[in-house]
């Protein structure tokens, strides 16, 4: 399934966050328009954070797709406190759109990408990571968390 990349993740667990919502209206748990408040700049936020991550990839001129060889190790910028900038981001707009729909399923298929995310994309990106920058590598993953 290498044409599952995060992006269309993303885009398949917000679709699913949306049917959810019109399938069990009400139940919120946010009280609106605190909900808004909330969900929508954190919605903001976490697809600023991937388009930043992303754009930092682009400026080093080196593979950004999940299931191909890596040609350069970034570790600046963002990368310095984040292994993982661009899911991290993902994350976050999926927990804001989450709380914005406000309906309680949601925040499971946040959990769910989280999940999914971490097992199955960051620990295949590090095996490949490992093997091919190797010490460089290990030194980046001891002074850098994975997530925050």
Same mark, same amino acid.
Request: proline content about 7%; aromatic content about 14%; cysteine-free.
């Given at each position: 399934?290498?044409?599952? !990349? *995060? ?12 049917? =959810? ?10 009280? *609106? *328009? ?16 991937? @388009? ?27 990368? #310095?406190? #984040?292994?993982?900038?661009? /899911?991290?981001? @993902? ?5 804001? @759109? ?11 298929? =946040? ?9 199955? /994309? ?5 095996? !490949?990571?490992? #093997? =091919? ?6 030194? /980046? ?8």
């Amino acid at each position: 399934m290498k044409w599952l !990349i *995060p992006p269309i993740l993303l885009v398949l667990t917000a679709v699913a966050m949306i049917a =959810v919502y019109r399938a069990l209206p009400g139940g919120g748990m946010i009280p *609106p *328009p605190v909900n808004y408040y909330l969900g929508l700049p954190l919605v903001a936020l976490g697809l600023a954070l991937a @388009f930043a991550g992303a754009r930092r990839f682009r400026h080093a001129g080196t593979n950004i797709h999940t299931f191909h060889r890596p040609d350069r190790l970034i570790t600046d910028g963002l990368y #310095s406190m #984040s292994r993982n900038p661009m /899911y991290l981001g @993902f994350a976050l707009a999926l927990l804001g @759109f989450a709380i914005k729909l406000n309906t309680p399923i949601n925040f499971a298929l =946040v959990a769910a990408f989280v999940l999914v995310t971490d097992l199955w /994309y960051i620990r295949y990106e590090e095996r !490949i990571a490992q #093997s =091919v920058f190797g010490e460089a590598y290990r030194d /980046y993953r001891r002074r850098t968390r994975r997530w925050i």
